[in-house]
């Protein structure tokens, strides 16, 4: 069975600096897809980023970047130049149609 | 355009009763899922729709809980008989199809059992 896992519960960042939270997933397939979800208090899933397994490339998305490592098994989300408005609780997903889902790393930013 | 639209937002209910929680997904989206949100359990899928049918219902917890697909669109989770446990938010995602994997999220459904 395929398993995420956040070994992260909480993190904190300043304003203006960059943050990086881990992911870890165990699975035997080859093709699949990795997604970053953030979740503010509203409770709106809102998808941050997404990878496809089959590519090396690792994706971009403005202010949001993965280091994508298919050997380790390993799907990192960095935030760079972090914003207020970042905060909120962060899950990484694996689907090859459902998602599952880790446990999520709250990120709160100071200002 | 619209998103994936859920009702009610919240929704009280006593034990034993029976709960109707429903979720409108994204026009000409034909793949459907339900998940569960809780404090103990974290993000669970629940079941999965492709069109009105449903292949995979591997994550429903009991046989209390069921759903449906109608017209290939509008998705109804029922819970029977609910128990302090079933609490939790309930959230629907719509994709394209299933291969498309990027999942669209509705706001959930927040219930509670007292």
């Known amino acids: 069975a395929q398993t995420v896992t956040q070994s992260q519960p909480e993190m904190s960042v300043q304003e203006a600096e960059t943050v990086t939270l881990s992911c870890t997933y165990d699975?035997?397939?080859?093709?699949?897809?990795l997604f970053w979800y953030k979740q503010p208090p509203s409770r709106q899933m809102i998808l941050v980023i997404r990878?496809?397994?089959?590519?090396?490339q690792n994706a971009t998305e403005n202010r949001f970047s993965v280091n994508f490592q298919k050997a380790a098994k390993s799907f990192s989300l960095k935030i760079s130049d972090s914003q207020l408005g970042d905060a909120a609780m962060y899950f990484c997903?694996?689907?090859?149609?459902?998602?599952?889902f880790g446990t999520g790393t709250r990120l709160q930013v100071f200002p | 355009g619209a998103g994936v639209s859920q009702s009610p937002s919240n929704k009280v209910t006593e034990k034993g009763k029976d709960v109707e929680l429903r979720c409108d997904p994204i026009?000409?989206?034909?793949?459907l899922y339900w998940y569960r949100q809780s404090l103990g359990q974290g993000l669970e899928f629940l079941i999965y729709?492709?069109?009105?049918?449903?292949?995979?219902k591997s994550g429903l917890p009991s046989d209390r809980f069921s759903a449906e697909r109608t017209g290939g669109s509008v998705s109804t989770l029922t819970i029977q008989r609910t128990q302090q446990e079933d609490s939790a938010v309930y959230l629907c995602?719509?994709?394209?199809?299933?291969?498309?994997?990027?999942?669209?999220f509705g706001p959930g459904t927040r219930l509670t059992v007292t």
């Open positions: 995602a719509s994709s394209l199809d299933p291969n498309s994997y990027e999942q669209y």
């Open positions: 699975t035997s397939e080859s093709d699949y897809y």
């Open positions: 990878q496809e397994a089959y590519k090396q």
């Open positions: 026009s000409g989206h034909t793949a």
């Open positions: 729709f492709q069109g009105n049918s449903a292949p995979d």
């Open positions: 997903a694996y689907t090859r149609y459902k998602l599952i």
